[in-house]
Nanobody
Framework: QVQLVESGGGSVQAGGSLRLSCAASGQTFSRSAMGWFRQAPGKEREFAAA???????YYADSVKGRFTISRDNAKNTMYLQMNSLKPEDTAVYYC????????????????????WGQGTQVTVSS
């Protein structure tokens, strides 16, 4: 497991942008698969984006074209650039990691991940 700390959440008006960061501890970041999930009030946690150790990226349909996931292995940090934000993007955003990416990896299944951050609130007003 790794320890994850998110930052960068906040309040923004619709159409605005935010960038979330996820700093990871440990020596295995370059071999980790990473993801962002989000949970709105009264709803289940849902997949937003993921990036594999190879750099391959995946997005939920709801954020595709607006969000960009990236990673900097030299800094042990993952990012989520969120543009054209909508009120329905309001949620607590969680960073997740699987320390050593397995051969078979289901990127949008939260049970695949073995480490989670504490979450950061994103609020988008109309």
């Amino acid at each position: 497991q790794v320890q994850l700390v998110e930052s960068g959440g906040g309040s923004v008006q619709a159409g605005g942008s935010l960038r979330l960061s996820c700093a990871a501890s440990g020596q295995t970041f370059s071999r980790s698969a990473m993801g962002w999930f989000r949970q709105a009030p009264g709803k289940e946690r849902e997949f937003a984006a993921a990036i594999r150790r190879t750099g391959q990226r995946y997005y939920a349909d709801s954020v595709k074209g607006r969000f960009t996931i990236s990673r900097d292995n030299a800094k042990n940090t993952m990012y989520l650039q969120m543009n054209s934000l909508k009120p329905e993007d309001t949620a607590v955003y969680y960073c997740a990691a699987v320390a050593i990416e397995p051969m078979r990896f289901v990127h949008d299944d939260p049970h695949e991940y073995d480490s989670w951050g504490q979450g950061t609130q994103v609020t988008v007003s109309s």
